[in-house]
T-cell receptor
């Protein structure tokens, strides 16, 4: 079956522009996560969605970052007024349920470059 | 929050040798321990995980061992092959997110020399 799909795979934009990144989770997975991987850094949690519950936004680095998940499936991560420090690979993962300790399966990410 | 330390940061072995990567964690209540492999330009791929009710789990050439008392777990790769070359990450569920999101180690770059 299809895995987690992310688009675009690469995005280059100018500082100050807004960007939208898309994630399509594995069919039937109710939990969806966004992480960020900066050059030479590990993976950093951003936001988590589970079903119709309010998302856990505790990892978002600033109010320029937001995300939504429509219909309990596809999610978009939006970064407003991009800064050079936003350059990173943005990874999406999904898991079968939102219970603790569930295996997470990742997409190949969107590589974002801010000029 | 959870603290995860991973060692070594780089590891070079000859093809056919074994490789061991170790992670220590701080949350004594953690009970799920996955390992991911990340190849260049790809997302992390779950390769093996273990829950705290067992001390070891094997899947062909890879195994994970867990020592809950010492709060560390290790990835073991035997009979390494060039295609095992990648960056490996350990992870533990993050207390700050109710153990739903993961906190990752800093990664180990494994190079298998043919």
């Amino acid at each position: 079956g299809a895995g987690v799909s992310q688009s675009p795979s690469n995005k280059v934009t100018e500082k100050g522009k807004d960007v939208e990144l898309r994630c399509d989770p594995i069919s039937g997975h109710t939990a969806l996560y966004w992480y960020r991987q900066s050059l030479g850094q590990g993976l950093e949690f951003l936001i988590y969605f589970q079903g119709n519950s309010a998302p856990d936004k505790s990892g978002l680095p600033s109010d320029r970052f937001s995300a939504e998940r429509t219909g309990g499936s596809v999610s978009t991560l939006t970064i407003q007024r991009t800064q050079q420090e936003d350059s990173a690979v943005y990874l999406c993962a999904s898991s079968p349920s939102g219970t603790a300790n569930q295996p997470q399966h990742f997409g190949d990410g969107t590589r974002l470059s801010i000029l | 929050g959870e603290n995860v330390e991973q060692h070594p940061s780089t590891l070079s072995v000859q093809e056919g040798d074994s490789a061991v990567i170790k992670c220590t964690y701080s949350d004594s209540a953690s009970n799920y321990f996955p390992w991911y492999k990340q190849e260049l330009g790809k997302g992390p791929q779950l390769i093996i995980d273990i829950r705290s009710n067992v001390g070891e789990k094997k899947d062909q050439r890879i195994a994970v061992t867990l020592n809950k008392t010492a709060k560390h777990f290790s990835l073991h790769i035997t009979e390494t092959q060039p295609e095992d070359s990648a960056v490996y990450f350990c992870a533990v569920p993050s207390i700050d997110t109710g153990r739903r999101a993961l906190t990752f180690g800093s990664g180990t770059r494994l190079q298998v020399q043919p």
